[in-house]
């Protein structure tokens, strides 16, 4: 059973550049067919898709964040990391990472990490 | 991009009620979509995949209906423990996810 979790600092001052890695342990990034995703929930709110990452390094953004978001992928270190530039307090929310497979109709998210809270405020 | 429209965006009911929650999309999806619990502090848990899928481990009072545009998820007989937030996800483009539906006593 894979596990995810994320890390990275919890407060970013805002106009700076918000950045999380997520680990995956219990097994491999490299098999085909998963693809790595970032979704965020602001305090009380619904979830909002980031974007998505294959081993390959292909890269799915939501338009609505294209501008700001970059992600990437270390197989090597089976890890994927996100990053979100220009950030303000509208950016202050609960990160997950997560694994969507295409194993399963209807290519859903099967695992996800526990969450990493951001604040974004001077 | 794909917009979703998930209704009612609350519902209150009582154990053993059959609750309904409706999920459309803005284009066809195919079968491309997926449903998720969540409950407060935790992350969120999928229930339905490609529509009508059971996951493994998900009890049978849970179900998934439609195809295209229009797709529902039923509880047939609410459990105390399924007082919680559900979501629609389509993965046909990208992904989205519905705005939520809160389930409350």
């Known amino acids: 059973q894979v596990q995810l979790q994320e890390s990275g600092p919890g407060l970013v001052r805002p106009s700076q550049t918000l950045s999380l890695s997520c680990t995956v342990s219990g097994g491999s990034m490299t098999g085909g067919g998963d693809y790595w995703s970032w979704i965020r929930q602001p305090p009380g709110k619904g979830l909002e898709w980031i974007g998505y990452i294959y081993n390959t390094g292909s890269v799915y953004y939501n338009s609505s964040l294209d501008s700001q978001v970059s992600m990437s992928v270390d197989t090597s270190k089976n890890l994927f990391s996100l990053k979100l530039a220009s950030v303000t307090a509208a950016d202050t929310a609960l990160y997950y990472c997560?694994?969507?497979?295409?194993?399963?109709?209807?290519?859903?998210?099967?695992?996800w990490g526990q969450g990493i809270l951001v604040t974004v405020s001077s | 991009d794909i917009q979703m429209t998930q209704s009612p965006s609350s519902l209150s009911a009582s154990v053993g009620d059959r609750v309904t929650i409706t999920c459309r999309t803005s284009q066809n999806i195919d079968n491309y979509l997926n449903w998720y619990q969540q409950k407060p502090g935790q992350a969120p848990k999928l229930l339905i995949h490609g529509a009508s899928n059971l996951q493994s481990g998900v009890p049978s009072r849970f179900s998934g209906s439609g195809s295209g545009t229009d797709f529902t998820l039923t509880i047939s007989s609410l459990q105390p423990e399924d007082f919680a937030t559900y979501y629609c996800?389509?993965?046909?483009?990208?992904?989205?996810f519905g705005g939520g539906t809160k389930v409350e006593i």
């Open positions: 996800q389509q993965s046909y483009t990208r992904l989205a």
């Open positions: 997560a694994r969507g497979t295409t194993s399963l109709k209807g290519w859903p998210i099967d695992s």
